[in-house]
């Protein structure tokens, strides 16, 4: 199935979600969440900011340096960075399995090298991100201050 670049940024337009984009979502929440795909691709979970019900979001994560990172296509006003910062970076990701984590937001001027990550391993957020994959870092560290970032620290579990 292939979707053009302007169906999918029409179908966020104003940075929120339509009724497809949303159906979308939920499948590929299942999806990733059950491990079906690569471990890149995975479910966030994290309580909603006014109801603490969970909410779940089907996420890419950029791999940099050693690490992990979560960025927003749709930049720092989305709805799961808002409900990461208000649960003070709590979360769980899922993949086959959850697992606790913290997700520590990077500092604006740390961030370019790894939204050039994010839109070179992410294929589906480049029609959300104004800077081209093949684009030098100080092109996205132009934008910086509109995309954060996310380093992923899980939490051992007891007895590791």
Not at 8 to 34: C, I, P, Q
Not at 36 to 52: D, F, M, Y
Not at 129 to 134: I, L, M, N
């Amino acid at each position: 199935m292939f979707i053009s670049d302007d169906r999918l940024r029409a179908m966020y337009a104003g940075g929120k979600a339509d009724a497809t984009a949303r159906r979308f979502a939920r499948l590929w929440a299942a999806v990733f969440g059950a491990g079906l795909t690569s471990r890149r691709w995975i479910t966030l979970e994290v309580p909603g900011r006014t109801t603490g019900n969970t909410t779940r979001f089907p996420l890419g994560m950029t791999a940099w340096q050693g690490n992990w990172y979560l960025v927003p296509m749709l930049g720092g006003s989305c709805n799961w960075v808002r409900n990461v910062r208000a649960a003070n970076g709590k979360a769980v990701i899922r993949h086959r399995r959850a697992r606790p984590c913290r997700l520590i937001e990077i500092p604006e001027p740390d961030r370019a090298p790894i939204l050039k990550e994010f839109v070179t391993q992410v294929p589906g957020a480049r029609p959300h991100v104004p800077v081209d994959r093949h684009a030098p870092v100080t092109a996205f560290a132009a934008i910086a201050d509109r995309y954060p970032a996310f380093r992923v620290e899980f939490e051992e579990a007891p007895g590791h």
